[in-house]
């Protein structure tokens, strides 16, 4: 394949989907071509997700800790209360361990932005293999609607994409509704005005928890107003026996990539915001409850 010209498209898309973030990439000559992508498996009128950020790095970039606050984790609070990429993209460029990093967006379905129920949204990256700070992925997606529930990896080595001699290893996972987490920075009361994509009109909207991430003891009750009382979210309870989030994947590109994706206007202007973009419709929906 011609290298060249996967590396400069992948350059653009993701320079352009992440505002402010420092992409690194990797000579031409040792470069590789990853394929990430992430599945929203849920149900209909299930969970969403919010745009998955990612990052390849040494083993030393933390997302979170379980049992422990998020304030120890700067910029994973703006992602799981709001959905919002900028501050953990800057933190990753702070710590230092990985230089190659990207916000996937889900284009297609009735929401742009948020990955819908059935959608695939996809990325690529050029890493260069025989580095170490391209050997470990780590992830993030909160789950909407919600007041600060997400998914992502807590271990920060737990996802090797290439062994310490740079072969390729990949990753092929499924998220399952048992697995989402609570990240202990807002109270669950799933207030259309405090829940993003719920109603939420801003972001960092609604009561500080001033807990700790522990895994999500699911969504109130049927009954009770809350998130699972509004029909579009009808089977949106991820704590069902067998409920899927999501699957995510990292795949080695072998072939030309004629399907990278072209970036939009409105992509460009989603990086910027939050799970809170599309609270309108939401907002009128959670009234007629
Ligand atoms: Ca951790
Ligand atoms: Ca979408
Ligand atoms: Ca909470
Ligand atoms: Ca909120």
């Known amino acids: 394949m011609n290298i060249q010209t996967v590396s400069s498209s992948a350059r653009a898309v993701i320079g352009l989907l992440v505002t402010g973030s420092l992409l690194a990439v990797a000579s031409a000559a040792s470069a590789v071509t990853l394929k990430v992508s992430i599945e929203n498996l849920a149900p209909s009128n299930g969970t969403l997700l919010t745009p998955l950020w990612v990052g390849f790095h040494n083993g030393d970039f933390d997302i979170y800790d379980r049992d422990v606050s998020l304030d120890l984790f700067p910029g994973t609070e703006s992602l799981v209360e709001d959905g919002a990429t900028q501050e953990i993209s800057d933190r990753f460029t702070e710590v230092g361990a990985g230089t190659v990093q990207g916000t996937i967006f889900g284009a297609e379905g009735t929401n742009n932005g948020p990955i819908d129920v059935g959608e695939t949204a996809t990325l690529f990256f050029e890493v260069d293999p025989t580095l170490s700070s391209s050997r470990f992925f780590s992830y993030a997606s909160m789950v909407i609607p919600s ?113 990278v994706p072209e970036p939009t206007t409105v992509l460009g202007m989603l990086a910027v915001g939050g799970a809170f973009w599309l609270s309108r419709r939401h907002r009128e929906n959670a009234r007629g409850l």
């Open 147 to 259: 007041n600060d529930a997400f998914i992502a990896n807590g271990n920060p080595t737990a996802h090797p994409i290439f062994d310490e001699a740079g072969n390729f290893i990949g990753a092929d996972f499924i998220e399952l509704g048992a697995d989402v987490l609570d990240g202990g920075t807002e109270v669950n009361d799933e207030l259309p005005m405090n829940t993003a994509f719920f109603g939420q009109t801003a972001p960092n909207t609604g009561v500080d928890e001033n807990g700790v991430v522990t895994i999500h003891p699911g969504f109130n009750s049927v009954g009770s107003g809350g998130i699972l009382d509004a029909p579009q979210f009808a089977n949106a309870d991820f704590k069902a026996e067998g409920y899927q989030v999501a699957r995510i994947r990292v795949e080695l590109v072998e072939e030309d990539v004629q399907d």
